[in-house]
Nanobody, 123 residues
Framework: QVQLVESGGGLVQAGGSLRLTCAAS????????VGWFRQAPGKEREFVAA????????QFADSVRNRFIISRDNAKKTVYLQMHSLKPEDTAVYYC????????????????WGQGTQVTVSS
């Protein structure tokens, strides 16, 4: 089972950028897709972005499209979420999650989750 650890969160001013990292460890039974999700206080966890094992398939929520970039380095077992033009509404705890086969926008379809990293965007 793969273990995931997020890092890179922090406090940034609106319009700024952050890069989140999702580092995987442990044994995997095969190729896995990775998704990023976020949860703000009092709100449900929502999809942000996802990437397939080979990086050829990426998905983005409409709210972050053209501002966020997702990428991965399988040799390092790492997935990145580069966030630009951050807005106060991007403030949330960001989680990465893994699942076998194709990426999905549904958090219920992911098997393994990290502990999350806080992103706070000030206005």
């Amino acid at each position: 089972q793969v273990q995931l650890v997020e890092s890179g969160g922090g406090l940034v001013q609106a319009g700024g950028s952050l890069r989140l990292t999702c580092a995987a460890s442990g044994r995997t039974s095969g190729p896995y897709a990775v998704g990023w999700f976020r949860q703000a206080p009092g709100k449900e966890r929502e999809f942000v972005a996802a990437i397939s094992w080979n990086g050829r398939i990426t998905q983005f929520a409409d709210s972050v499209r053209n501002r966020f970039i997702i990428s991965r380095d399988n040799a390092k077992k790492t997935v990145y979420l580069q966030m630009h033009s951050l807005k106060p509404e991007d403030t949330a705890v960001y989680y990465c999650a893994a699942r076998q086969t194709v990426p999905s926008t549904s958090p219920a379809l992911y098997d393994n989750w990290g502990q999350g990293t806080q992103v706070t965007v000030s206005s």
